[in-house]
């Protein structure tokens, strides 16, 4: 700031003038509890976050444990529900040991800062999410981005580095809602002796046998080498993080991630919410394809009427949109005839192309999944 300014934020009106001739302005809007839209906009893949057997289930753990966890999970705030989630998680996933935090953002901190040291390697996907991003900027480790889904440019990153390495990447990619290629990385990986994290945020619940996730999709579930991250606040329509992997890997993170030594536990409601998701999903493995069929579906349909999509691996499909401006009043004008989408544009997309980012769910109707097309390729951009 210069001498003489009294104002110390007088750069922020700066900012938002950019923001504003770009395009970029971001706004909250409020949603009611009973909103009339259809949603293709969150991620409640399986249709679980209203479930009656799922919300019950919270209720049920906050009016037993309280409202909040009262404290960090190494004092007062690891209840035994804390630890009846993660053994059920774990064994879902076919992991040894898993630790819940209290976010799927907190959960990649955790992994990636704890699991990292000065004298590692951490060779990251170009389009990783923003909290492996900021995980390996906190790192204090030696980085090095490699093109999207290469494992041959991972194979080369780890080539000649003599010392720990962890390569790190999403399985599904929240952009584009494409699948990275586990068995090929975690080839990679065992080549050079390096660690393989996956974040599993958009896989558990949806890909695997009955929604175990990708780690299980690949083979790789157990494997000694590998740790998953994932959040309860999609598939399984709660709040939260867990990290999975092998029981000295957890063990690890209870003594040295700061996110997780430091920040209050998950609220109980959110934990029991989570049990009671993962129940019901292990009750009902169906729910996993038919979110991966809705999704296939709203692909074929959107391509055949000559929108520009990606194809996608799980329960993301991403449309792409000529402009950021573009963009906004496309999914404006889906909103306004009664369809949430999801509109991401530059700085949130990687390639700066702006798109609208549909989210299939498994309790979506054949008259929804057409009603949906069809006010997206009515809105959709012209010339």
């Known amino acids: 700031m210069s001498r003489g300014t009294s104002d110390p934020f007088h750069w922020l009106d ?3 003038g950019l923001r504003r001739s770009a395009g970029l302005v971001r706004t909250l809007r409020p949603r009611p509890a009973d909103s009339p839209l259809l949603d293709l906009a969150s991620n409640d893949y399986l249709g679980l976050a209203r479930h009656p057997e799922v919300t019950r289930s919270g209720a049920d753990a906050c009016l037993r444990w309280g409202a909040g966890a009262t404290g960090s999970r ?20 076919g992991f040894e040991a898993a630790l819940v935090l209290a976010s799927g953002y907190a959960a990649n901190l955790a992994a990636v800062t704890a699991l990292t040291g000065p004298d590692t390697l951490v060779v990251a996907d170009s389009a990783n999410h923003a909290s ?26 780890l080539d000649g580095h003599d010392g720990p390495a962890v390569a790190v990447t999403d399985s599904v990619f929240s952009v584009d809602g494409d699948a990275a290629p586990l068995p090929a990385l975690a080839a990679a990986c065992r080549e050079h002796g390096a660690a393989l994290l996956v974040d599993d945020a958009h896989g558990l619940g949806v890909l695997g046998a009955g929604g ?21 606040s999609k598939s399984l329509g709660s709040q939260g993080g867990v990290v999975l992997g092998p029981a ?15 920040d209050t536990g998950l609220a109980p409601a959110a934990a029991g919410a989570a049990l009671g998701a993962l129940r019901l999903l292990k009750r009902e493995p169906q729910r996993a394809e038919r979110a991966r069929a809705v999704a296939r579906e709203l692909y074929g349909r959107l391509t055949a009427e000559g929108l520009e ?23 404006a004008d889906c909103r306004t005839e009664g369809l949430s989408v999801g509109c991401f544009r530059p700085p949130s997309v990687p390639d700066g192309v702006s798109r609208l980012r549909l989210t299939a769910r498994a309790d979506l109707t054949d008259r929804q999944i057409a009603d949906a097309v069809g006010t997206i390729v009515r809105t959709a951009p012209r010339g």
């Open 309 to 331: 999509a990606v194809r996608p691996d799980a329960c993301v499909v991403s449309v792409r949109a000529p402009s950021p401006e573009a963009a906004v009043r496309w999914a």
């Open 248 to 262: 000295r890997v957890i063990e690890h993170l209870v003594n040295s991630a700061r996110t997780f030594i430091f």
């Open 212 to 232: 175990r996730g990708a780690a299980d999709a690949a083979g790789l579930a157990g494997a000694p080498d590998l740790v998953c991250t994932a959040t309860l």
């Open 74 to 93: 190494l004092v007062s705030g690891s209840t035994e529900l804390h630890a009846e989630l993660e053994r059920e998680l774990a064994a879902f996933c």
């Open 132 to 157: 492996l991003i900021d995980g390996c900027r906190l790192s204090r480790a030696s980085r090095e981005v490699v093109p999207h889904t290469d494992p041959d440019a991972v194979r080369k990153a």
């Open 14 to 16: 700066e900012q938002a």
